[in-house]
């Protein structure tokens, strides 16, 4: 069966990095696009970052364009958010999550807890 896990969330200081990876399993990893997602408390959950199954094409949310990285290692079916210059606002649960051919994501990770302290 499809199974996504990350890890990698914690706390840190503001201005600080952190490194998030999603190691997926139950399916051919190459053949799919991959997000990053986030879920503050109170607000809806939001696309973070995503990466097309060769790694040649990303999208980012503009509030982390030039801040976050989205890669993959289609070898170790792995996914990871490299995330820099982190703000208090960064705060969230992230999950990873795998979208279907009609652009939908129908499988989610457990989620990893991002804290930024101020």
């Known amino acids: 069966q499809v199974q996504l896990v990350e890890s990698g969330g914690g706390l840190v200081q503001a201005g600080g990095s952190l490194r998030l990876s999603c190691a997926a399993s139950g399916f051919t990893f190459s053949n799919y696009y991959m997000g990053w997602f986030r879920q503050a408390p109170g607000k809806e959950r939001e696309f973070v970052a995503g990466?097309?199954?060769?790694?040649?094409?990303?999208d980012y949310a503009e509030s982390v364009k030039g801040r976050f990285t989205i890669s993959r290692d289609n070898a170790k079916k792995t996914v990871i958010l490299q995330m820099n210059s982190l703000k208090p606002e960064d705060t969230a649960v992230y999950y990873c999550?795998?979208?279907?051919?009609?652009?939908?994501?129908?499988?989610w990770g457990q989620g990893t807890q991002v804290t930024v302290s101020s």
């Open positions: 990466i097309e199954w060769s790694g040649s094409s990303t």
């Open positions: 999550a795998r979208r279907n051919a009609v652009r939908s994501y129908n499988y």
